[in-house]
């Protein structure tokens, strides 16, 4: 991959703490995290070129991914449509992942890919934009 | 007669903002206490409802100019070109979103927007009748690498002078003036084991303006470690500087499109204890500034590149304007 900025203002992309089991009919099938934008500004959903979620080396499906902002959950396919949903860099945006069986106990490393196009920074003609990495990894302890 | 105004851009506090040490009122208070008369929003970063303004959100400005004696006065807009994920935004929708900027702009009660040359000439020359309906004057920002008469900004200088528009001009970025290196990308480079001699050599070679592709060739003869790149990158970009000897020529740039000027931004990386901003002359800038009839705001502007907040920064940038425009 190129270069692309990072710009990880607060430190901390993925929200460590905010770790929850998703359960579905009274089942751990799942988790989900919140995640600030690592940028100056907000940004347009239609700006997110990837995000991609990665539990201890195994990729999510996309389908099983969903992005919840301002009450709104919407699947990934939806967000380079989504001209008027605005995330602002101080909301922190709620991931959800279905994950049959959830986390088990122990250790897990989790890793956001994130990748934003920075729309007001041209770098080159037709649609060329200065690539934003506002991925993030993390180490979490799941204890029951 | 000049008549120059100090504000602050509420940009400033970009690390304490981002790491929730300050909300949006403290900004404020913040800007107030540093010595600002009045303060710019960037409408991406602080406004909750962007791009609209909510009631809500007025009633707090309104609450917080009788608390703290300061209000908008810029409003600093974005043209996100890049908003599809297929295709640029036509003029006609850059347009269209600059219209909605003007909206929140007027809104807020702010006289000066800021836009970005993401707008094309042509849309801007469109946008007239509208920033005149709201009065609101929109100015392009001049950034580093641009400078007041680069061609780019010719381009708007054209427009600005065909339509004879009072609300078309420019908002000049201190920035372009800059004569030597970035320091906190330099002292960042040396925390990395970049060697000074290495930087010194890569400096060298932006003064006398050769191409990066020569730079990096030199840098890697010379054995510079990898982690300089992030610095040449910045030297070559937007933090690039010139030679000394070419600053009066720049400053005749700006007095050349003075008259449309609606504002400045006081761009700073850095300031030393004793006030100093080490890659751009103040001294040189707001002296000539002050000798001319500008009438407007500078202000104050910190790229928080050291990611230590904007409190202590942006209070020294004042007080070094306040010394050399002795007031």
Same mark, same amino acid.
């Given at each position: 991959m190129g270069f692309a900025m990072r710009m990880n203002l607060n430190g901390e992309i993925i929200k460590k703490q905010s770790f929850r089991p998703m359960y579905i009919n009274g089942k751990k099938q799942g988790f989900s995290f919140l995640v600030q934008l690592g940028y100056y500004r907000g940004h347009y959903l239609s700006t997110i070129e990837q995000l991609e979620v990665t539990v201890d080396g195994e990729t999510i499906p996309q389908e099983a991914v969903t992005f919840e902002l301002n009450g709104k959950e919407m699947p990934l396919y939806r967000l380079k449509f989504a001209t008027t949903e605005f995330w602002s860099q101080v909301v922190p945006a709620n991931i959800h992942v279905i994950k049959p069986g959830g986390l088990s106990v122990g250790s897990h490393k989790i890793q956001l890919k994130l990748m934003i196009r920075i *729309?007001?920074?041209?770098?080159? *003609?037709?649609?060329s934009y200065m690539p934003l990495d506002s991925g993030d990894t993390v180490e979490i302890e799941v204890t029951e | 007669m000049s008549d120059i105004k100090l504000g602050a851009t509420l940009f400033c506090y970009t690390g304490e903002y981002a790491k929730f040490e300050y909300d949006f009122e403290e900004c404020v208070k913040q800007a107030a206490l540093a010595g600002a008369s009045g303060y710019e929003i960037v409408g991406t970063q602080m406004i909750p409802s962007y791009p609209n303004v909510s009631d809500e959100f007025l009633g707090k400005v309104k609450r917080l100019k009788e608390t703290y004696g300061i209000g908008p006065v810029g409003y600093g807009a =974005?043209?996100?070109?890049?908003?599809? /994920?297929d295709r640029d935004l036509t003029d006609d929708e850059m347009l269209a979103d600059t219209i909605i900027d003007l909206k929140t702009a007027n809104k807020l009660g702010c006289k000066v927007m800021r836009s970005q040359y993401m707008l094309s000439a042509a849309a801007f020359e469109r946008l007239a009748p509208y920033a005149e309906l709201y009065d609101v004057k929109v100015g392009i920002e001049v950034h580093n690498p641009e400078t007041p008469m680069s061609p780019e900004m010719q381009k708007y200088l054209k427009v600005i002078q065909k339509t004879g528009s009072k609300h078309l001009g420019f908002v000049v970025d /201190?920035?372009? /003036?800059?004569?030597?290196? =970035?320091k906190p990308m330099w002292d960042d480079a040396l925390g990395m084991g970049v060697k000074e001699e290495h930087l010194k050599l890569a400096a060298e070679c932006r003064y006398q303006e050769l191409p990066i592709e020569e730079t990096q060739k030199k840098l890697a003869e010379a054995g510079a470690h990898p982690a300089i790149q992030r610095a040449l990158q910045g030297m070559y970009g937007f933090v690039q500087f010139r030679s000394k000897e070419k600053l009066p020529k720049l400053l005749e740039e700006l007095r050349q499109i003075l008259p449309f000027c609606f504002e400045m931004h006081g761009k700073f990386h850095y300031l030393s204890e004793d006030c100093v901003e080490p890659s751009i002359p103040y001294e040189e800038i707001l002296t000539m500034l002050k000798e001319t009839d500008y009438q407007g705001y500078i202000v104050s502007e910190y790229e928080d590149e050291m990611n230590c907040g904007g409190y202590e920064f942006t209070r020294r940038h004042l007080a070094m304007e306040r010394r050399i425009l002795g007031l």
């Open positions: *729309p007001y920074m041209a770098i080159g *003609p037709d649609h | =974005n043209n996100d070109r890049g908003l599809l /994920f /201190f920035g372009c /003036f800059a004569i030597a290196p =970035n």
